[in-house]
């Protein structure tokens, strides 16, 4: 259901925001020269064990993962340091099993392109499949971009069209800036 203010709300929200979310990615990238190849990947079984993402990651054994998740947004009742505020952008996690290079080159882009984006820490685990794919095999370069969404797991989530369409602008805008050799010159010190 569209609300006032660019927000949508209703049932499954998580992780629909996320498929939305790559698919404006998708279309920017169709009219954009870009020297990787892409894979889009809507992976099962998040909730129960990150099942897709391990297989799917093992399978196609990518260079680098930008995984897309949903965030907890403020509401009601919520910390500030548990939470992100919505409407306000995406959230770019930085953590342990976020590569620190593709943080970097996401939160350097996005402000060189003025696209607002939220902080957010995960100092363990990220419940999210860019664990599933940080670990598979040798271990993938990852980042972890977050949807801010209120009321997860309930039949009224809410999130901001906006945040949606920052979140496919910036991982577009972020591939089509990769030169060939990108992975080879990361490193855990970037």
Known sequence: ????????????????????????????????????????????????????????TFQIHPDAVIAIDVTFAKGPGSTDWQTVPIGEGPSLCVGPNIHPALHKGLKDLAEKLEIPVLMEYAPRHTGTDAFAAQVTAEGIPTALIGIPLRYMHTPVELVSVKDIQRAGRLMAEFIASLEPDFINKITWED
Request: aromatic share 6%; charged share 15%.
């Open 1 to 56: 259901m569209e609300l006032a203010g660019g927000m949508l709300s209703g049932h499954t929200l998580d992780n629909r925001v996320s498929v939305a979310a790559v698919s404006a990615c998708l279309e920017e990238l169709q009219n954009r020269p870009h020297a990787w190849d892409v894979w889009a990947v809507a992976s099962v079984q998040e909730e129960v064990g990150l099942i897709g993402a391990y297989t799917s």
